[in-house]
């Protein structure tokens, strides 16, 4: 997933935080979404970002009334418009 550009990351990272918003209607979707979002958050970004987003997101996800939180939304921001790095 690492190859993705950054506008597919966008619409992806758009598209989890929508389904873990879900959450909100279908509160059982926690217990699979919960680590799948950190998998997926581990996929989408490459080292340090990746893992704490990863587990960011599972946190996030695992607490319920943190959902608002738009997890993929903001790491997307941090590693393309905040940090001064390329990504990676």
């Keep these: 997933m690492e ?3 950054k506008k597919q990351k966008l619409l992806l990272g758009i598209l989890f ?3 873990g918003m879900a959450s909100y209607i279908f509160p059982l979707i926690d217990i699979v979404w ?3 979002s950190a998998f ?3 996929k989408l970004y490459k080292g340090n970002v990746g893992k704490i987003g990863g587990l960011i ?3 996030e996800e695992a607490i319920p009334g943190l959902d608002f939180f738009p997890s993929f939304t903001l ?3 941090y ?3 905040l940090n001064k790095v390329k990504p990676t």
């Design 75 to 77: 790491t997307w921001c």
């Design 3 to 5: 190859d993705l550009s």
């Design 57 to 59: 997101s599972f946190v």
């Design 40 to 42: 997926l958050m581990i």
């Design 79 to 81: 590693v393309y418009l």
């Design 17 to 19: 935080d929508v389904i």
């Design 34 to 36: 919960a680590p799948l």
